[in-house]
């Protein structure tokens, strides 16, 4: 069973979804028809509205969007990616907070140098947007390429994560 919910955010309302093995779909700028429709042709299971069964990935989203947290404490599910794309959102996990990568660094990380379009493709279909900070990769030349929620959300939340990054130490001598 798949149990879903929203919440309102400065980026717009978000679907959230989990499965019994953990998150399994964040929407961008969705409406319950729209994403209940995604969640079918995703998951094919049994869809329940259960705000209850999602109060732990909306309070930690809550944090994030208040500049209150850096990292998500989420098991998430990526049992509907390929092997390579599990690979790929893997490698996408461990971009630091107010941090950015390349595609190619990416492809780089999963040992695959050159794949750095499927490392785009992989990106474009992220099923857990944010979590998965998907918006930490960018261009070789430092462009913001491409975002499904599109790129005036990709901008926003660079932007907040710059504002809310912890300070570099800098040792007094």
Known sequence: MIA?????????????AVSP?????????????????????TCGQELVHSPSATE??????????????RHFDLVVD???????????LIA???????????????????GRPKAFRAVGMTMAMNPIPIVIPCHRVLRSD???GGYGGGLDIKQWL?????????????PIE
Do not use: M, W
Not at 56 to 68: I, S, T
Not at 78 to 88: A, I, N, S
Not at 97 to 110: I, K
Not at 158 to 170: D, G, T, V
């Open 4 to 16: 879903y919910d929203f919440l309102d955010t400065p980026i717009g309302r978000l679907g959230v």
């Open 21 to 41: 093995n953990g998150l399994c779909r964040i929407e961008l700028r969705t409406d319950e028809a729209r994403f209940v429709s995604i969640l079918r042709k």
């Open 56 to 69: 732990e990935v909306k309070r930690q989203l809550q944090e994030y969007f208040a500049g209150q947290r």
């Open 78 to 88: 990526l049992e509907q990616v390929t092997p390579f794309q599990r690979d790929v």
């Open 92 to 110: 996408c996990l461990r971009i630091p907070y107010g941090e950015t990568r390349s595609y190619a660094d990416l492809a780089r990380a999963v």
């Open 142 to 144: 430092n462009g913001l």
């Open 158 to 170: 660079l932007q907040h994560e710059a504002a809310h990054r912890e300070p570099a130490s800098c």
